[in-house]
């Protein structure tokens, strides 16, 4: 049983460049969400999703795109990386579509941003 | 937005002593939650409150539900070495968690 699988685990960009960060689950879990973890701040809301199809804004969206065609995939895009998205990016999931049941995290993913 | 104040930041302790770190918050949560993160890995749930006034417990650790449902507390007994990490706690508010700052543990043996 993987769980929440992240990929890639670290990645450096230059100002400017776009990628799509992984998330991956198979545990048919409806509620997926991708966080931030910077120092001192604890994690932060970037989007979540209820369901496939369906995505909406968490506390600090701007600068990322998030889509679900799937259930189980749950991918993060950067449009245009900026030195300020330098941070561990977490994926996590739970199985209500409501976020009501805990959260289960991925181990992360290592982004800077040169 | 919804905030957490968790505390103390850091703690620093010799192995065997108790531990305890609190939340709270302007907003009520219908849900308190714990979890800890080691270096290098994701958080792991340690501990989920769903009442007002809950008390539970997962072996040495115990967590309460604050009965005005704007705060929780953890308490780690006779803490070991294993017990060093970064303790996260999060309230759920609609759809969405949202976590305290962390407090570090550093234990001297």
């Known amino acids: 049983n993987a769980g929440v699988t992240q990929t890639p685990k670290f990645q450096v960009l230059k100002t400017g460049q776009s990628m799509t960060l992984q998330c991956a689950q198979d545990?048919?879990?409806?509620?997926m969400s991708w966080y931030r973890q910077d120092p001192g701040m604890g994690l932060r809301l970037i989007h979540y999703s209820v369901g496939a199809g369906i995505t909406d804004q968490g506390e600090v969206p701007n600068g990322y795109n998030v889509s679900r065609s799937t259930t189980e995939d749950f991918p993060l895009r950067l449009l245009s990386a900026a030195p300020s998205q330098t941070s561990v990016y977490f994926c996590a999931s739970s199985f209500d579509r409501w976020g009501n049941q805990p959260q289960h995290f991925g181990d992360g993913t290592r982004l800077s941003i040169l | 937005g919804q905030q957490l104040n968790q505390s103390p930041q850091s703690m620093f302790i010799q192995e065997g002593e108790d531990v305890s770190m609190n939340c709270t918050s302007s907003?009520?949560?219908?849900?308190w939650l714990w979890y800890k993160q080691d270096p290098g890995e994701g958080p792991v749930l340690l501990i989920a409150l769903y009442k007002a006034g809950e008390l539970t417990s997962n072996g040495r650790l115990t967590a309460q539900f604050g009965i005005t449902r704007k705060d929780s507390f953890l308490n780690i007994s006779a803490s070991i070495p294993s017990d060093v990490g970064i303790y996260f706690c999060?309230?759920?508010?609609?759809?969405?968690?949202?976590f305290g700052q962390g407090t570090r543990l550093t234990i001297n043996p």
């Open positions: 545990m048919n879990h409806e509620y």
């Open positions: 999060a309230g759920r508010g609609a759809q969405k968690l949202v």
């Open positions: 907003s009520i949560f219908n849900t």
